[in-house]
């Protein structure tokens, strides 16, 4: 099950409440996460945000994680935080388990972002409407020149043919990447997430080297 979170306000600044009721909507250490993120910001305004809450099954244990994003002036602050098991070292607590969580955050210079690619899902292409809200979008932000690089086999086409053709492959930029989804999130995140988009490439045109 995945959940996410979404605040923006094209016409103005938001405030750090605005960017506390996203993070108090994702539930996941609200107080921590809220923290840590305020402290990268070192004072900037938040205008925009995304919160995205991911949280999955084992045999045995719920992991859950979050990544915060939050445009600010001249930068984005990338925060991210999960938490598990470890046992406790208390005296006399054998057995017993205490919950950590770690928490990264990476403040990045807007003029830094070498790429925001926008991928967007559309229902029944065939017979498009500006106004018909998308089936899904995905972000894909690089700003440290990491990629991801994906191969698959060269097929000639010969359903008989045994030769080993090599591989192909293809290079992907990312160092973060974000799947909104209208099923899972409804339409109203998938429009605030390209919202989001759109300020953060306004930003790296304003800033740009």
Known sequence: MVSM??????SAPSSTLSLRAAIERGG????LVHHTVTDALDGREPTHQIVHVDTHFDMEEVHRHITVLALAEDVIVVAHLDDHDVEADDAGTAGRTDTV?????????VSRIRSVILSEVHRRPESFRPERGLA????NMNWTGGARFETA???CGDPDCMADHGDDGTVVPEDIVLRIAATAEGDTAVEEARSFVRALRRACVRHAR
């Open 5 to 10: 979170t979404f605040s923006h306000d094209d």
């Open 28 to 31: 996941f250490y609200p107080t």
């Open 101 to 109: 969580a770690r928490i990264s955050t990476e403040v990045v210079p």
């Open 136 to 139: 899904e979008v995905t972000l």
């Open 153 to 155: 086999p060269v097929h």
